[in-house]
């Protein structure tokens, strides 16, 4: 009979689930090149130094003796060790420390907790400690690649480092007087490509001044912008360094040089126009609000159709949520130009982009200061330009705008929102020719979930009244394993194996969706494929 799983252990199991399993046990499921690693969050401009020939092995890093190695990738190692969670934890952070790797974090994250992130070079990782309820609570550890969007070098010997690559930010204690810190810290940067810009040390032709007891300096990059980088003494024989990128304008001798410290920019004041305009869109609903989004068919010059041409006509720009701000007439916003994550484009200045690819399917999500408006006109330029066709007419409701398209590879739709004062997209490219050359795709009105099992023994499925077999490894290197056809809804999925646990998982699908699920250390995770 299957042990039961208590609430604990199954909450312990999905929170272990979520995290390999995005980055390995979907590749593992159904062999998708290319899948490891995606999905993390990158900046508007790519790191171009990043050196992209050097390709860490995780395999190969140093590890405890293991009990058993679950999976041995490059991308992702996962092993069972005998010693508890708490010795073994502090082992495979010793060994990789004494192998170059430095410990980090990222700004404003608590310490603790079973997930430590690692860099070496230009390489990073994460090790994650855990017990694993699948296998009689043996302490299971993994190393996965992390791939950066961008980087910084991490002084030699530092401490307390505090890293996100997205914004290059990093702070760290460094055991050198504050002098040679800046001086070491300029040769690492510069050997990535930074250039130095000005100096309070005397080492640039454009000498800033400082405070006592500290050092600082600027660079710039062609294709990063700039750095404002600070060495600042804390006693003997060490100082704290911190690095922030800044805007090129608060550089040193430029025509509007600020101090680094810039503020955030502040709206312009407001006019008479504008605060009685806010006061009359405040007294609004939102639904009358969502309703002025679609075509109204009130007579001109009434209710909420009146208020946004007055709107338009005191140059207000109005947002989706109904709130407004005096600007430039809104068609002088300046159109969006092209970057691109996963092979689709992307609107460039984006304040964060991810992209997740399988076989079958690319989905991109950017979020960034622009307005929907702006926002869906680069779309309809971008996409036009790849050939893609308006499958339907766009749609509007409250805060959201989509649209779905035809293309060669299959189809794809476009999600715009509105959020406060920045605008999420997401694109979604289904390869339908792929997913039917695969023999995936479901009959039309059903969907699809394909299961894999990584375990040591068979496992038996029940879904929907029917029962499957998925032995063990069946789908965890290419896609064997079972499926199931089943009608769009909410399906409740048991996993059952021989002295294990019983794992339970919920899908939810539409119609054309394809789904895998995947039963491995610690629960059981669906991926959406398709």
Known sequence: MPLPMTQAQRASSRCVMRFMAATVCAAALLAIPGFLGRGHAQPAQAQTTMQ???????????????????????????????????????????????????????PGAQAGGPIHQMKKGQQALTVFVQAAPAHNNAT????????????????????????????????????????????????????????????SDGSAAMKIPTGDGMHHAFFTHPAQGALHVTAKGLGQDASSLTVRAVPLSVLPGAPTARVPAVPAPQPPPQTEDHARLNRQFDALTQDVMRQALQPSPAAPGSGIDAALAAARAAGVRVDIAGRTQPTAKADAEPALERDQAGGLPVPKGATSKSHETTNWRIEVTATLKASPDSVLAFYGRELAALGWREAAPVKSEGNRVSASYASAEGPAFLTIERKGRETTVTLLLRKEAEARKAGVM?????????????????????????????????????????????????????????????????????????????????GALPLPMY
Do not use: C
Not at 59 to 69: F, G, T, W
């Open 52 to 106: 992209q020939g050097v390709a860490l092995d995780t395999s190969k890093l140093p590890r405890l003796p293991a009990m058993k190695v679950l999976v041995a990738l490059p991308q992702t190692t996962i092993i069972l060790s005998a010693e508890t969670v708490p010795t073994a934890t502090k082992a495979a952070l010793d060994l990789l420390e004494a192998n170059g790797w430095q410990r980090y974090e990222s």
């Open 140 to 199: 299971s550890i993994s190393y996965t690649e992390m791939p950066l969007s961008r980087d910084l070098p991490f002084p030699v010997r530092s401490s307390g480092i505090r890293f996100a690559p997205d914004s290059l930010h990093l702070d760290a204690t460094v055991p050198m007087p504050h002098t040679a810190v800046l001086a070491s810290y300029r040769a690492e940067l510069v050997a990535l490509g930074w250039v130095l810009h000005s100096a």
């Open 442 to 522: 479901p009959k039309t009105g059903h969907a699809r979930i394909l299961f894999g099992n990584t375990m040591d023994a068979e496992a038996t499925v029940f879904v929907g009244g029917k029962t499957l077999k998925v032995g063990s490894g069946v789908g965890a290197k290419k896609p064997d394993g079972p499926s199931l056809e089943v009608l769009p809804g909410v399906h409740r999925i048991t996993f059952r194996s021989p002295n294990q646990p019983e794992v339970v998982e919920t899908v939810t699908v539409r119609a054309d969706d394809v789904w895998g699920v995947l039963l491995g250390p610690g």
